[in-house]
């Protein structure tokens, strides 16, 4: 459904081009000429934004807006004028409009202010949406959300993952740490035809060699001091499903052994154990470090490693995932706010900023725990760039370099100060075109075109 947009100018002809304006930028406009008519309809109707003209009849455009903000604090409002004066913007900007467009407007302007709140208010259905889906579902932890999938990265992975889900074979996932590989190992046993039977997971790093044999294959009643009782490992507990082999790269040689057999027999036995046990089980293992290098360097059985990578996925980085930051932002931000039993109506433009130009050296985990933080701290609606913490602010904080500008001729023509200014975003946007341009409030045609130029 598209957004709904409010518009009050008393100039017949300027409201119909803002009506055409507002069409194109995808929404549903409702023009009218006079204050009274458009208090009316904030008042009984529905409206998700306003563009109003400051003079008006009664009530004029500083009423409308009060009005507007009373009725619904978040709506976002851009005052028109062709009498603006400082004291106007003043009050215009302390009373909270979204922002402020001088007759006779450039038309470019105009759309991108449209633009802005298109994904404003797109913005905020998400975080709706998600908060409804958390409510329903009252998930217990992020393992259990889909994977966020709108980079080409990650529908890559996706088309992969819907090939091998039915396929009862071992699935490697690489990729640095903190991608993500535990959730979408848990996405794959999910849409597999294993999804009813058990999932489990163990971390081969963060366990002691010497457990390690027995908490895979479990043990006999006495195999060791300390075993007073008969107990299953993982592999027998995961029979009909899925187990994750966590960090497989840490595994120790004594269980890199005991897999490969595992993995070539289909059969285990518990330590201490005389018999053979066979169990179905689909084996997933993830590594933060290549194998075919631990391979080489002797700290990895070629032969195990060949029976793993049957089918590997490469899970990338989320400096690779441009497209899926604040997606993911949102759900994380609405999983966490619905832990701790709180309302919030995702993140203000400047954070959202924030996150885009930061290079997430520790990816989605760096960011899970940068919004577990910034739930905790936030004391409004909406996580501001106050709440993120240093690592990510000073990139969106940064100010032009000294040069940009500073070192042009007081002559300089328009098309040097543009051609200058557009080096200076791309630079701050690590050269990713598309945001660059978005920034600069054009389509990413007009810059590819100006920089051929």
């Known amino acids: ?25 995808g929404f549903a406009p409702h023009p009218v000429h006079r204050g009274d008519q458009a208090a009316d309809l904030l008042r009984h109707g529905s409206f998700d934004a306003l563009f109003t003209d400051l003079r008006l009849p009664p009530p004029d455009g500083l009423e409308l807006l009060h009005l507007a903000h009373t009725l619904d604090p978040a709506m976002p409002v851009v005052m028109i004028t062709g009498f603006a004066t400082t004291q106007n913007a003043i009050d215009a900007f302390h009373d909270g409009v979204f922002d402020l467009i001088t007759k006779p407007f450039d038309i470019d302007k105009a759309r991108t202010v449209l633009q ?40 890559a992975v996706m088309s992969m993952i819907e090939m091998v889900a039915d396929a009862d074979v071992p699935i490697l996932l690489t990729g640095e740490t903190g991608t993500g590989k535990g959730m979408l190992a848990r996405f794959i046993h999910q849409t597999s035809p294993r999804r009813d039977g058990p999932y489990f997971s163990l971390n081969c790093a963060g366990i002691a060699s010497s457990l390690a044999e027995s908490e895979l294959f479990g043990h006999e009643k006495g195999a ?13 507990l995961a029979d009909g499903g899925t187990l994750l082999l966590d960090e497989i790269n840490s595994a120790p040689p004594e269980i890199q052994v005991r897999l490969l057999q595992f993995l070539q027999e289909r059969t285990l036995m518990r330590v201490g154990g005389q018999q053979q046990i066979q169990v179905d089980v689909r084996l997933i293992c ?3 470090e290549p194998l075919d290098v631990l391979v080489e360097a002797g700290r990895f059985r070629a032969d195990l490693y060949y029976r793993l990578k ?19 932002a949102e759900q994380i931000l609405s999983k966490r706010a619905h832990e701790h039993n709180r309302t919030l109506h995702g993140f203000t433009p400047e954070a959202r900023e924030a996150l885009l130009a930061y ?33 990510a602010a000073p990139i969106h904080h940064c100010e032009p370099h000294p040069e940009t500008l500073s070192s042009l001729s007081p002559d300089a023509s328009l098309a040097e100060i543009e051609s200058r200014w557009i080096d200076h975003m791309l630079a701050r946007c690590h050269g990713n075109k598309r945001e660059a341009a978005r920034r600069l409030g054009i389509d990413a045609s007009t810059l590819h075109r100006k920089l051929r130029r």
């Open 1 to 25: 459904m598209k957004p709904t947009l409010l518009i009050a100018e008393d100039d017949p002809d300027m409201a119909d081009l803002l009506a055409e304006l507002a069409r194109e930028s």
């Open 116 to 155: 802005r709140i298109h994904d404003e208010l797109a913005h905020r259905q998400r975080i709706e949406q998600l908060t409804t889906r958390l409510d329903q579902l009252e998930l217990r932890d992020s393992a259990a959300l889909a994977p966020v999938m709108q980079s080409r990265a990650m529908r």
């Open 224 to 236: 060791f001091t300390g075993a007073s009782q008969r107990r299953k490992g993982l592999l027998e």
């Open 286 to 288: 993830a590594t933060n």
């Open 310 to 328: 049957v089918f590997p996925i490469r899970l990338p980085p989320l400096r690779e995932r441009h497209e899926d930051i604040l997606p993911l």
């Open 359 to 391: 290079h997430w050296p520790g990816n989605v985990r760096e960011l899970e725990n940068l919004l577990q933080r910034a739930v905790v701290l936030c004391k409004g609606d909406r996580i501001g760039v106050d709440l993120l913490p240093i690592e």
